[in-house]
């Protein structure tokens, strides 16, 4: 027997289809206690006595236009159990991805893929490469449009992690530049503004406030003049492409720069205040396994490296690539999945408590890999057999609080300290008894306050990150037993000012996204000029 499906794209659902889905609306929000499972059953119980079977992103439409015409009332609880790919925001933020329109990359790395349609490394089948082609990379209405996605399967949009990718930012014409953070800052706003500055005022207090900026660059591509200029645009987190830390590899691949780039680069972006995340890769040209391995430890045990997160990406093999070519004469030989898996095993034991693993493969499409590994999901099959070892990785991803509810009061601090080659860090976190990881901050005391690399930060101590996990919650919603809006930030802000001040410190100084500013403001921060202090009495 077929089955009618109602599906409705964006925007309102009609009145008489909100009406005609009321009674399973009903149905759904007076059971017990339901999961994803459970409300899935009621659909298809209801659809089975002859209804037409809706889809989850149409019911939660019509119950939004049902509290609308008042005949239901609003409530997290239904909000939670209508709402699709909940992991989508349980990090806590909405992560917004656009990409920037092709332009030439300084690079000439045998591995990267150079399609004229694209920024350099991007193919146009990649999920985020076909969106932003979908928009003609227009920065408006690809971030308008991921707001609206997020909305439209009932998650909160409130707090948007903006990630500008595409290339090498930092080559692109600075005009372009803040013409695109100004206008995604305008969709975000929902108003059109005469300048950057403009936006960035009203961003502030907007309904989808920018709480991270995130852009990706080369490390060869970093001065104290770029740190500054990343700052006037809003930049809070820059994503580096290290590729490796032997300078022989780097050298074989074409890479374009060397190891102390990558060092220098780091410590810059660590005294501006950034968060850092590295990108490495395993299985370049003239690497192997036990050399990967041994490369991926100098992450930890080299003082000048130390990220705060991390992406692996396996060399994928591609055709119209030098490595390609390299390949074909029998040069190069990509790694078995069961070397790869093993590697990765290997590699996700050893990262610390401080690091989060954001991704250990590229989406990119498997049609596009001639040889290697080819699956998508690679962090689910190390994580399913690390499982089956009894193995555990004890990075930040894999460590999140998530959907759970947090007891504040069960939480215990911890203080990790580490030092990098130009600053003392102090990475402090709220874990729950089983080393769930509720927020977390990171307090940087410089090795070197009164000479900075910005004037502005001169004798400061800097707090570079506060992150509270749990489902992203609209700004000036109290928490229901979510992380978010439990008092964990206040708590670990001021536990830095106290260490700060222990340490000598007068001022502490934070690298505020804009859509955070007047949460500092709350917590005796007050803006200067690039960032915001307080001063330690």
């Known amino acids: 027997m077929s089955v009618k499906v ?75 159990r209508l709402q699709l790919k909940p992991v989508r925001t349980s990090s806590g933020v909405a992560p917004v991805t656009v990409l920037t329109k092709p332009f030439p990359c300084p690079g000439k790395c045998i591995f990267c893929p150079d399609d004229v349609r694209m920024p350099k490394s991007y193919l146009p089948d990649e999920p985020g490469a076909m969106r932003a082609a979908m928009h003609k990379f227009d920065p408006y209405s690809q971030t308008a449009s991921r707001i609206a996605a997020f909305e439209n399967i009932g998650h909160s949009a409130a707090k948007v992690e903006l990630l500008i990718l595409g290339g090498t ?47 990706e660059t080369r490390p060869d591509w970093i001065t104290k003049e770029e740190v500054i200029r990343l700052r006037r645009l809003g930049v809070t987190k820059v994503q580096l492409g290290a590729q490796s830390f032997d300078d022989c590899i780097l050298e074989l691949n074409k890479r374009g720069h060397d190891v102390e780039a990558t060092k220098e680069a780091i410590r810059l972006l660590r005294l501006g205040g950034f968060k850092i995340v590295l990108h490495w890769m395993p299985n370049l040209y003239g690497a192997t396994p036990e050399s990967d391995y041994a490369d991926f430890q100098k992450l ?22 030098e490595l390609y070519r390299l390949w074909e004469e029998g040069k190069y030989t990509p790694y078995t999945d069961e070397q790869l898996i ?10 610390p408590r401080y690091c989060r693993l954001n991704r250990l493969m590229r989406d990119i499409p498997s049609p596009n890999i001639v040889a290697g590994y080819k699956h998508t999901n690679l962090r689910q099959i190390v994580q399913q057999e690390m499982r089956r070892r009894g193995q555990r990785c004890r990075c930040i991803r894999c460590r999140e609080i998530r959907r759970l509810e947090v007891n504040p009061e069960t939480l215990k601090l911890e ?25 977390f901050l990171r307090l940087s005391l410089p090795n070197t306050p009164e000479s900075p690399i910005v004037e502005e930060l001169k004798g400061r101590a800097m707090i570079r990150e506060v992150h509270v996990y749990g489902p992203a919650l609209e700004i000036g919603k109290e928490s229901a037993g979510e992380a978010q809006h439990s008092g964990i930030g206040a708590r670990l802000i001021a536990l830095a000012k ?26 005796g921060f007050e803006l200067q000029e690039l960032y915001m202090h307080s001063k330690l009495t």
Not at 12 to 32: F, V
Not at 175 to 184: G, I, L, S
Request: proline share 4%; charged share 30%.
């Open 498 to 523: 106290g260490i700060a001040r222990e340490h000598g410190f007068e001022w502490l100084a934070v690298i505020s996204a804009i859509g955070t500013r007047n949460y500092y403001r709350k917590h």
């Open 6 to 80: 109602i599906e409705i794209g964006y925007g309102e659902i009609p009145e008489e289809h909100a009406l005609e889905l009321e009674p399973l609306l009903r149905r759904i929000d007076s059971a017990e206690r339901l999961d994803a499972r459970g409300v899935d059953r009621i659909i298809s119980e209801w659809a089975s006595e002859g209804h037409a079977h809706p889809k989850k992103s149409t019911l939660f439409k019509a119950y939004l236009k049902l509290v609308n015409m008042g005949k239901m009332q609003d409530s997290r609880k239904m909000r939670s």
């Open 342 to 351: 093993e590697l990765m095993i290997k590699l996700k034991l050893t990262i």
């Open 415 to 439: 203080i990790l300290p580490y030092r990098t080659d130009a600053t003392q860090e102090y990475f402090l976190s709220y874990v729950t008894p089983d080393d769930r990881i509720a927020g």
């Open 300 to 321: 930890w045990k080299d003082p000048a490296l130390r990220p705060d997160e991390l992406k692996i990406y396996p060399t994928s093999l591609l055709r119209g690539t």
């Open 169 to 215: 930012w930092s080559a692109y014409p600075k005009d372009y530049q803040e013409w695109f953070v100004k206008r995604c800052l305008d969709a975000m706003n929902g108003v059109d503004s005469e300048s950057l500055e403009e936006a960035q005022r009203i961003n502030e207090s907007s309904s989808h406030r920018n709480v991270g900026l995130v852009v």
